[in-house]
């Protein structure tokens, strides 16, 4: 596997982190303070972190916000991803995405496969780009926050990661609305 190379200079990006919860706080919020603390450990900026109810159109509205501000280059998200009837983030979020990203997913639940077995295909995680911004939809444990953060958000936020990144790719993420005459 391909790692950091040398020839190029680290480059930060803006990330905002969401817990969806009915019940956590800031206080207690251990999936949200695990990402928050691994994007400071890789130099990135938290740009912006916030709680809201397993509510729909809350959960749309605040990554919507984020990805219309133009210091949000990602949008993580943590919690409801399960099969409850209050699980409902990737309900809110895929009607958003311009594009989907079958992979994240993908290798999500293979690096989860190997940690807890069968057990994985309980989330359903997922992410997707909007309005030029990265967005990934996490389950609400530290340990899958770290799973996915560890085993591809780190490399993938890495613009030294070869060979290729997510960071060398976002100046074209909106590609279709310069074409349009539109802009972020």
Same mark, same amino acid.
């Given at each position: ?41 890789? &130099?990135?900026?938290? !740009?912006?972190?916030? $709680?809201?109810? =397993? ?6 509205? %605040?990554?919507? @916000? ?36 079958? &992979?994240?997913?993908? !290798?999500?639940?293979? $690096?989860?496969? =190997? ?6 295909? %309980?989330?359903? @995680? ?40 997510? !960071? ?5 993420? =909106? ?10």
């Amino acid at each position: 596997m391909a790692g950091p190379g040398t020839e190029r200079s680290f480059i930060p990006v803006g990330i905002a982190v969401l817990t969806v919860s009915d019940t956590r706080t800031l206080a207690d919020d251990k999936s949200g303070d695990t990402l928050v603390a691994r994007i400071a450990e890789a &130099g990135h900026r938290l !740009v912006g972190r916030a $709680i809201v109810p =397993d509510d729909k159109e809350r959960i749309r509205a %605040q990554v919507e @916000a984020w990805t219309l501000d133009d210091a949000v280059d990602v949008v993580i998200t943590t919690g409801g991803t399960g099969f409850t009837g209050r699980d409902v983030t990737p309900e809110a979020l895929e009607p958003l995405f311009e594009k989907r990203m079958d &992979g994240f997913s993908e !290798v999500f639940h293979r $690096i989860s496969y =190997d940690k807890i077995g069968t057990a994985t295909i %309980q989330s359903r @995680a997922t992410g997707g780009v909007a309005n030029a911004t990265f967005i990934f939809v996490l389950p609400g444990s530290p340990g899958a926050c770290k799973d996915a953060w560890d085993g591809i958000l780190k490399a993938q936020l890495d613009y030294r990661h070869m060979p290729c990144n997510f !960071v060398e790719i976002m100046p074209r993420l =909106d590609e279709h609305l310069k074409r349009g005459g539109g802009s972020k």
